[in-house]
C-alpha cells in the first residue's frame, strides 16, 4: 500500500511539475468566498477559516491533518486563501462563535479530473496525459480552476460545490470553442518591432510587405483589447501585445460589422502579480534606429497599478516597378507609362498605457486605463515616368515627379470597467465604456516636370502643394450579464452602443508663376465629416447534453450614418433599419481525443468612410480615387466545420472546411475623365453594388512536439476566391481562383538550461485573386505605403520569405533558478523574395506593378526582467473592458 501512495505521490509531483511549465509556471492558486449567516444572508466577521491537507506517513501509515493556510473572515465576511498547492485535496474547517462548526472537502480539480487521474495512476498510465485528455483545449479556463470562487458559505446548511468548467491548451497555442488564441510573448522575430511583425508569426494570416493583413482572402476587423480601435497595427509596439486572438466566425456576441471578414483581437499586456515586477528592454536595427522601453506592476492589497512606455525609430525603404499599358479611345492613341518609384520613409513614436484595479471585495472589481501614442514621419519618393504614346510618328516623353512630405499621428485612448461576480459560479455582470480618439495631419509639397526625348522641359514644372489632417473619435459603451441557469445551460444578454465622429480636411494648392504664390484649387480640395451609428442587442444560449455542446444566438443591430462636405453644406443621411444576425455553434466530443464542430453566422459589412467620401484623392495623378456617396451595405453568410484531434501530449491538428457568400458586394468600378488638375485624361476608381464573392476551402493546422525542446507549428490553407462584379458598361466579369497559403513556424532550443532559443519562420503565398478589402486601410499607419490595386479582375503572383532569430538568456536568477535577462538577434526576408507583384486590367488598361519594403533588416534587442513578485496570485477575476480584453485569465507571464 505504502509503494502505492508513494508512487502516486510521485506522479502527482510530475503532473504538478508539467502543469506549471504548461502554464507558465502556474503551481498553486487561490480559494476564496463569503462566510455568512443562513438566516440573514449577512456576513459574519472573526470567523476562523482553516484549510487542511491530510497526509499519511509511510513510516507509520497514520493520516496526520496540517493547516496549510488559514485566516480570519473581514467585516462583510469575505475569505481568501492564497499560495494552496494546486494539485491536492483539502478539507475547508470553518468556525465561529455562536455557530455550528463546517467542514467541506475542496479541491481546484473537478471530480471528472480526479477520476481520470486515479484510473490513469491504477492503469499504469502517464496521469499527464489523462489530466490533458479530461481538461480539453484552452489554457485562459485552466487558469480560471487556479482561482476557486467557493461561494456564499452557510454555517448551518451544506454549500454545493461548484465546478469549474475547463479547457487546456498548448503553450503557444490555444484552440478555444471560438477562436484561436496565440501567445506572442515569446515570439522572437517580432522583439522591438510593431504590431504588424508579431503578426507575420500568427498562423493563418497573410501579411504582405505593406503591412496589409488577410485571413481567408479578406481583411480581418481590427480590435484591440476586445473593442474597435482606430490604432493601426503600425501603430503599436509589438512588445505591448500580450497575445493574438483570431476569430474566424464570431457569433451573435460580437460585433456583427466586417461582413466576410474575421476578427483580429490584440490583447495587451496587463500585470495582477502581487508584489513589483517589470522589464526594460533596449535595441537597434541595421539602419541604426533604436528603440527603448519597459513595463512596471505593482499590487498592493486591493489595488494595482501598471504602466509601460515605449519609443522608437523606423526607417522605411520601398522600390516599385510599374508597366502600364493605356487603351487607346476615340481622342488618344495606345499608351505605354513605365514607373520606377523608390520612397523612403523616416519616423518616430511613443507609447505611454497605464492604468489602475480597485478591487472592493472578493467579486466586485473595477477598472480604469488609459494610452497615449504620437509619432512623426516623413516621406521622400522619386517617380521616374516614361510616356510612349503610339502616335505616328511615335511620341516619347519623359516625366518625374518629386514628393516630400511630413506629418505625425496621435492617439488618445482610455477605459472605465466594472465587473461583479455573484455567488454561483459563471453568473456575473460587465459594463465598460471605452473613448479613442485618433489625429493625423500631414503635408506634402510635390513637383511635376515632363521633358522630351533630349530632357528639354516641355512647360513649367507643375508645383503643389497639399496640407490636411483627420480626427476620428470613437465612443463604445457596453454591458453583458451571464446567468447559468443550470450546469449545462447558461443563458447571456448584452447591449452596445458605438459612436464613431471623423473630421478630415485636404487643401491643394498650385505655384502661380505669375504671381509667384501657391494658389488653392478650390476643386480638388475638400472638408468632409461624418457620424456613423450603431446601435445593438444580443442573447446567446449555451448549453450541453451528453457529448453535445451547443450556442446559438441572436443579434440585433441597427445604424445611422451622416456626412457633410463642409464648404457647399451638402449633407448625405442614410439610415439602415434593423437588421437581425443569427449564429450557431455544434461540437461533438469524439472519444477522448477528438472533437467536430459545426458553425453559422450573418454579418454585414457597411460601406467605410474611404469608400463614401464624394471627392477625389489625387496620390496617384493617373490613377484617381472617389467615393460614392450611394453605397448600401453588403451581407454575409458565413459556414464553417472544424474536427481538431489531440494524438497525444505533443502532437495535434485542427482542420477547418469553410463556405462564404457576400451578397450585394461592394467592389471597385472604374472609369476614365479628365484629372481637374492638370486637364490630363485618367482612370477615375469608385466602387459599386455588384453582385457576390464566394470564398470556400480548407485549413489546415497542425503543432508537433518532437522533443521537449524542439518544436514546429504548420499552417497550411487551400482555398478558392471568387468576386463577381461589373466592368464600365455594366457588364457581369467573374475574377476567380484557386490558391493556397502556408507558413510554418520551427523553434528548436540549445544548452543545458534551454539558455539558447533558435526561431525560423517562412511563408507561401500561391497565386491568388486580388483581397477583398473589407478593412478601408484600417490596417495601416502613417508609416506604411503602397499602391493599391486600381479594379478587381487582378491577381497576385506567387511570393514567399523567411524570417530568423536567435535569443541568448543571461544573467541568472539569484539561487539560480531561471534568468532574468535575454538577447534577442532577428532579421526578416532573409533572401530578400517577399516581392508584392499585382497584375490588374480593365477596360481601360493593362498594369503590372512590383514591389519590395525592407528585406533584410537586423534587429538587436535587450531584455531584463526585475521585480519581487508573489507568483501564486495567477489570476483575479476582475473587469472585462477595453483595457482587459475579452479573455479573463490572460494574465501577462513575463
Known amino acids: 500500500m505504502f509503494k502505492k501512495i508513494g508512487f502516486l505521490a510521485v506522479l502527482l509531483v510530475a503532473v504538478m511539475s508539467a502543469f506549471a511549465q504548461m502554464g507558465g509556471g502556474m503551481s498553486s492558486g487561490r480559494f476564496y468566498g463569503k462566510i455568512v449567516d443562513s438566516k440573514s444572508g449577512k456576513g459574519i466577521e472573526a470567523a476562523s477559516v482553516q484549510l487542511i491537507s491530510s497526509k499519511i506517513n509511510p513510516a507509520t501509515g497514520q493520516k496526520k491533518d496540517t493547516i496549510i493556510n488559514g485566516m480570519l473572515t473581514r467585516a462583510n465576511g469575505d475569505f481568501e486563501l492564497e499560495s494552496v498547492p494546486f494539485m491536492g485535496s483539502y478539507k475547508l474547517y470553518v468556525t465561529a462563535m455562536g455557530f455550528k462548526e463546517y467542514e467541506e472537502k475542496v479541491s481546484f480539480l473537478t471530480p471528472e479530473i480526479q477520476k481520470s487521474l486515479t484510473e490513469a495512476i491504477a492503469k499504469g498510465s502517464n496521469p499527464m496525459e489523462a489530466f490533458k485528455k479530461a481538461v480539453g483545449g484552452d489554457f485562459s479556463k485552466i487558469a480560471a480552476m487556479a482561482d476557486k470562487d467557493l461561494g456564499n458559505i452557510k454555517l448551518e446548511a451544506d454549500a454545493s460545490v461548484l465546478e469549474n468548467v475547463t479547457v487546456t491548451a498548448t503553450k503557444s497555442m490555444q484552440l478555444a470553442v471560438d477562436r484561436k488564441i496565440f501567445n506572442v510573448e515569446k515570439n522572437l522575430a517580432a522583439s522591438g518591432g510593431l504590431a504588424v511583425d508579431v503578426l507575420r508569426q500568427i498562423p493563418s494570416l497573410n501579411v504582405d510587405i505593406d503591412g496589409n493583413v488577410t485571413v481567408r482572402n479578406s481583411t480581418p476587423t481590427l480590435f484591440i483589447d476586445g473593442r474597435p480601435t482606430t490604432l493601426t497595427i503600425e501603430q503599436i509596439p509589438a512588445d505591448a501585445i500580450q497575445s493574438v486572438e483570431l476569430i474566424t466566425n464570431p457569433s451573435a456576441k460580437y460585433d456583427a460589422s466586417g461582413g466576410a471578414a474575421s476578427i483580429l483581437n490584440i490583447i495587451l499586456k496587463k500585470n495582477r502579480k502581487s508584489g513589483y515586477n517589470g522589464n526594460l528592454r533596449a535595441g537597434i536595427d541595421?539602419?541604426?534606429?533604436?528603440?527603448?522601453?519597459?513595463?512596471?506592476?505593482?499590487?498592493?492589497?486591493?489595488?494595482?497599478?501598471?504602466?509601460?512606455?515605449m519609443y522608437g525609430q523606423r526607417k522605411s525603404i520601398s522600390e516599385s516597378d510599374i508597366d502600364t499599358r493605356y487603351n487607346a479611345t476615340e481622342n488618344s492613341p495606345t499608351t505605354f507609362i513605365t514607373q520606377d518609384v523608390d520612397g523612403t520613409n523616416k519616423g518616430s513614436f511613443r507609447f505611454i498605457r497605464g492604468g489602475m484595479d480597485y478591487f472592493m471585495n472578493n467579486r466586485t472589481s473595477f477598472t480604469v486605463g488609459g494610452n497615449y501614442m504620437k509619432g512623426n514621419f516623413g516621406n521622400d519618393e522619386d517617380n521616374r515616368q516614361r510616356y510612349d504614346?503610339?502616335?505616328?510618328?511615335?511620341?516619347?516623353?519623359?516625366?518625374?515627379?518629386?514628393?516630400?512630405?511630413?506629418?505625425?499621428?496621435?492617439?488618445?485612448?482610455?477605459s472605465l470597467g466594472m465587473k461583479h461576480n455573484f455567488a454561483k459560479t459563471g453568473h456575473e455582470i460587465t459594463a465598460d465604456v471605452n473613448y479613442s480618439q485618433n489625429k493625423s495631419e500631414m503635408n506634402a509639397d510635390y513637383r511635376n516636370r515632363r521633358t522630351d526625348e533630349s530632357g528639354t522641359p516641355l512647360y513649367n514644372d507643375i508645383l503643389q502643394r497639399t496640407f490636411g489632417g483627420s480626427k476620428s473619435t470613437y465612443i463604445v459603451a457596453q454591458t453583458d450579464y451571464a446567468n447559468p441557469i443550470t450546469d449545462k445551460i447558461k443563458l447571456e444578454f448584452g447591449l452596445r452602443a458605438q459612436v464613431r465622429d471623423f473630421e478630415s480636411n485636404n487643401y491643394n494648392a498650385f505655384y502661380n508663376y505669375v504671381t509667384q504664390k501657391y494658389e488653392e484649387n478650390a476643386s480638388i480640395s475638400s472638408d468632409y465629416k461624418f457620424k456613423d451609428e450603431v446601435y445593438a442587442a444580443y442573447g446567446t444560449l449555451t448549453g450541453k447534453a451528453g457529448n453535445l455542446g451547443y450556442n446559438v444566438g441572436l443579434r440585433a443591430e441597427s445604424s445611422n450614418y451622416t456626412g457633410t462636405l463642409v464648404r457647399t453644406n451638402e449633407s448625405i443621411k442614410v439610415e439602415?433599419?434593423?437588421?437581425?444576425?443569427?449564429?450557431?455553434?455544434l461540437s461533438y466530443k469524439v472519444g477522448d481525443r477528438s472533437d467536430v464542430q459545426f458553425n453559422y453566422s450573418r454579418r454585414v459589412n457597411r460601406p467605410n468612410f474611404f469608400q463614401l467620401m464624394p471627392f477625389i484623392n489625387y496620390d496617384d495623378p493617373l490613377n484617381l480615387r472617389i467615393g460614392n456617396a450611394g453605397l448600401t451595405p453588403e451581407f454575409t453568410n458565413s459556414f464553417e466545420a472544424n474536427y481538431s484531434h489531440q494524438f497525444n501530449n505533443f502532437h495535434n491538428i485542427l482542420l477547418s472546411g469553410y463556405y462564404k457568400r457576400t451578397n450585394n458586394l461592394i467592389t471597385n468600378y472604374q472609369y476614365k475623365g479628365l484629372n481637374p488638375a492638370s486637364g490630363d485624361s485618367a482612370i477615375y476608381n469608385s466602387y459599386i453594388n455588384a453582385d457576390n464573392s464566394t470564398r470556400y476551402g480548407a485549413e489546415f493546422t497542425v503543432r508537433n512536439q518532437f522533443t521537449p525542446k524542439f518544436d514546429i507549428t504548420t499552417n497550411l490553407n487551400v482555398y478558392h476566391a471568387n468576386i463577381t462584379s461589373i466592368n464600365s458598361q455594366g457588364e457581369s466579369i467573374d475574377n476567380g481562383?484557386?490558391?493556397?497559403?502556408?507558413?510554418?513556424?520551427?523553434?528548436?532550443?540549445?544548452?543545458?538550461?534551454?539558455?539558447?532559443?533558435?526561431?525560423?519562420?517562412g511563408d507561401y503565398q500561391g497565386k491568388t485573386v486580388v483581397p477583398v478589402n473589407t478593412g478601408g486601410g484600417m490596417f495601416r499607419g502613417p508609416m506604411g505605403g503602397g499602391i493599391q490595386p486600381a479594379g478587381s479582375n487582378g491577381y497576385v503572383n506567387p511570393n514567399y520569405g523567411l524570417d530568423l532569430s536567435v535569443k541568448r538568456d543571461i544573467i541568472k536568477n539569484k539561487g539560480?533558478?531561471?534568468?532574468?535577462?535575454?538577447v534577442t538577434l532577428s532579421v526578416n526576408d532573409v533572401f530578400r523574395t517577399r516581392i508584392y507583384d499585382i497584375v490588374t486590367s480593365s477596360d481601360f488598361f493593362y498594369q503590372t506593378l512590383q514591389r519590395r519594403r525592407d528585406p533584410q533588416v537586423f534587429r538587436l534587442q535587450f531584455n531584463w526582467r526585475f521585480g519581487k513578485v508573489d507568483a501564486t496570485l495567477f489570476k483575479r477575476k476582475n473587469v472585462k473592458s477595453g483595457m482587459d480584453g475579452m479573455q479573463d485569465g490572460m494574465s501577462n507571464q513575463q
Open 286 to 309: 541595421s539602419r541604426w534606429r533604436p528603440n527603448f522601453g519597459g513595463d512596471i506592476n505593482y499590487r498592493q492589497g486591493k489595488l494595482n497599478f501598471f504602466a509601460s512606455g
Open 389 to 414: 504614346s503610339m502616335y505616328s510618328p511615335a511620341k516619347v516623353e519623359f516625366g518625374t515627379r518629386k514628393t516630400v512630405s511630413d506629418g505625425y499621428f496621435q492617439n488618445v485612448g482610455g
Open 576 to 585: 439602415y433599419p434593423i437588421q437581425l444576425f443569427p449564429s450557431a455553434f
Open 737 to 761: 481562383r484557386w490558391s493556397f497559403f502556408g507558413k510554418m513556424t520551427i523553434t528548436q532550443r540549445l544548452g543545458k538550461n534551454n539558455e539558447w532559443t533558435l526561431q525560423a519562420n
Open 816 to 822: 539560480g533558478q531561471g534568468y532574468q535577462a535575454s
